[in-house]
């Protein structure tokens, strides 16, 4: 029987009572703290609205 580790170093997702919280692999902002976050869920990577803003301006420039 596999227990699911809670204690990964990216901390993109907990699972408490079968409810998963997100957390962007960029800042560390909750789902709760953003409008949107989205996530790859294969690889346990969310990035939240606010950082791809962040990355079109730097790309932009």
């Known amino acids: 029987m596999s227990k699911k580790s809670t204690n990964n170093k990216n901390k993109t997702e907990r699972d408490d009572n079968n409810k998963k919280e997100y957390f962007c692999?960029?800042?560390?902002?909750?789902?709760?703290?953003?409008?949107?976050?989205?996530?790859?869920?294969?690889?346990?990577?969310?990035?939240?609205?606010?950082?791809?803003?962040?990355?079109y301006d730097i790309i932009s420039q």
């Not at 692999?25 to 990035?47: M, P």
């Open 25 to 55: 692999s960029f800042c560390g902002k909750s789902q709760h703290r953003v409008k949107k976050i989205i996530a790859y869920q294969k690889d346990n990577i969310c990035i939240c609205d606010e950082c791809i803003i962040l990355c």
